[in-house]
């Protein structure tokens, strides 16, 4: 029996259209030629040029939000409670049991851009790959965003999990979701326009809001769904540990057993 890896993560990258301009992230690159007097600093008497090289050593700088790449969303993100009035709780509060668990792949790219995801539909796809959800499951939604990563239209694309189908999950177990596109909910564009025609705050931010009614996490910018069968997987997506942050990044991995 052979195990293989999929990389459901995108590689945190600077200089394209991955977020909102307010939150897009920096990178500044140093190589080794870049850092040999770092080096140097800590030995008194050393020289550049006695450096291999006259290398020091690589390093990045980075200037990012907790919601840049790939990445789990804690309940404090989407609110101050959850789960009816208790305090939400932060990326490094979330239980390590929600994150290594058996994968669904529910395949949505069909779905319009903005187009809010009911309990029917999801039902409607469980019954196509032939899944009943357990506790604990891990819900990974594939729009027709995955494939725009990192293009000037990423932000507008995919359809979004409206509340009702994310507590549909939430109240057979589900603890954890995903999506490969910027947000859990339907892209902010296509909500304005709703809002603009029918003016209830209720629509906006909805799926990930859910959380109020029942503390859960979500994964987004996830990448390389449309490699994964509907089941038959598992997934490990622990959060990088933030003291008290509302998300932590993510190397999410999908694990299958041939």
Known sequence: MGRRYIDLSVALEADIPSDPDMMLPKIEYFSGKDTAQQVVSFFPGLTEEDLPGGEGWAIEKLTIYTHNGTHLDAPYHHHSTMSRGERAITIDEVPLEWCF????????????????????????????????????????????????????DYLAKGCGMGREATLHLLEQGVRITGTDAWSWDAPFIHTAKRFAEEPDPAIIWEGHRASMEIGYSHIEKLANLDQLPGTGFMVSCFPFKIKAASAGFVRAVAIIED
């Open 101 to 152: 668990n058996p994968g669904v792949k529910l395949d949505f790219r069909h779905l319009p851009d903005g187009h809010v995801v009911t309990p029917a539909e999801v039902d409607a796809e469980l019954a196509r790959i032939g899944h009943r959800i357990q506790p604990l499951d891990i819900v990974l939604v594939n729009t027709s965003a995955g494939d725009r990563y990192g293009q000037p």
